[in-house]
């Protein structure tokens, strides 16, 4: 994840590396990859403890967007060639943004230790 006006450059930089994991190969494979694009998206939020939708990455997963009841949100997202982008409504696992572990004070602050019913 990364801020909109830096998506190419991300993108650019990193291709072929661990980061991204995907997509790999030679140095004329990922010559040949399409640049990204992208499509927006909209989402009426569900409220903070259910997933309104899911923006579905084919081939790669997806991200279930949870959000105030009743606002919308404009969402942007990028695939090469923008494609492969859909929106799931309702969410495949609307209650799984209350599955979630304890923050770790050490380290990576985004990592969560264990895992509980919030």
């Excluded at 939708?53 to 084919?58: C, F, G």
């Excluded at 969410?91 to 004070?105: I, T």
Aim: some cysteine.
């Amino acid at each position: 994840v990364t801020k909109t006006v830096k998506a190419d450059d991300v993108y650019r930089k990193n291709l072929g590396t661990a980061l991204l994991k995907i997509p790999f190969g030679s140095t004329e494979r990922l010559q040949q990859f399409t640049e990204l694009r992208f499509q927006d998206l909209s989402v009426s939020g569900a409220g903070w403890r259910q997933s309104a939708a899911d923006v579905v990455l084919s081939s790669a997963g997806w991200v279930a967007v949870t959000g105030g009841r009743g606002h919308v949100f404009a969402l942007r997202a990028y695939t090469p060639g923008g494609r492969g982008i859909y929106c799931r409504e309702p969410a495949l696992c609307p209650e799984a943004v209350n599955e979630r572990g304890k923050r770790s004070q050490k380290g990576n602050r985004a990592a969560f230790t264990g895992r509980k019913k919030m």
